[in-house]
């Protein structure tokens, strides 16, 4: 959701006279204008370019990988009336990815269920047990992680054996071994080249809502 006119990588050198004096004209302290300058925000173009982001700067979603079988099992889930599981995680990133997934759903005519694992009991990531919970005695047919799903090989495999779908949306640390998911979309995934690698699990869940929705949903911003 960020603009990649700029690279996110840390900036050792320190901001000369020249920087501060910019950032102080754009509205900024030095501690913020320090801060900026370590996230590789060097120039006046990017500073202009993040201080004013707009739309234009949204990434087509349909460059994530997987974005269009997802869109497409999501889809065929509605309109047939399945049931629908978000998978979400308990931290902030993970509440918010599923709140956007979810609110997207029922825009879409979707009555979706959504699960916040339990950090104690249910540990993090895709968990069996629970998948086999909602499965067994909710009847859910497809499975959408958000925040998650990357590690769940386990988990997902077991889903898939039932015949329910899993759709991951994650963004964390790809493993060597990738999960047997339906479809995978995660900004980093070696087979994309997604001009932006840093998106949060919500800013993965809003690239979803936005290719499901065929509109920028901007009250999910």
């Excluded at 509440?95 to 993090?124: H, Q």
């Excluded at 047997?180 to 995934?189: F, G």
Aim: hydrophobic share 40%.
């Amino acid at each position: 959701m960020i603009t990649s006119t700029y690279d996110w990588k840390i900036n050792t050198k320190e901001p000369d006279a020249g920087f501060f004096k910019l950032a102080k004209e754009h509205g900024l302290a030095e501690t913020a204008a320090k801060i900026a300058y370590e996230r590789g925000i060097t120039t006046e173009e990017a500073l202009e370019a993040f201080l004013k982001a707009d739309l234009s700067h949204l990434h087509d979603p349909y460059l994530l990988h997987d974005m269009d079988k997802a869109v497409a099992r999501i889809r065929q889930a509605i309109e047939n009336y399945e049931q629908i599981l978000v998978y979400g995680d308990y931290d902030a990133d993970g509440m918010t990815s599923a709140s956007i997934v979810k609110e997207a759903l029922e825009m879409m005519g979707a009555e979706a269920r959504v699960y916040l694992p339990n950090r104690f009991t249910d540990g993090y990531g895709p968990n069996e047990s629970v998948y086999k919970y909602f499965i067994e005695q909710e009847g859910i047919s497809l499975i959408v992680t958000v925040d998650n799903g990357v590690a769940g090989n386990e988990a997902i495999a077991y889903a898939q054996e039932q015949g329910v779908d899993v759709i991951v949306t994650d963004h964390h640390s790809m493993p060597a071994q990738l999960p047997d998911a339906y479809a995978i979309v995660h900004p980093e995934h070696p087979d994309a080249d997604y001009p932006f690698k840093y998106l949060a699990g919500c800013g993965v869940a809003f690239k979803l809502a936005t290719a499901l929705l065929e509109t920028i949903p901007t009250e999910m911003l």
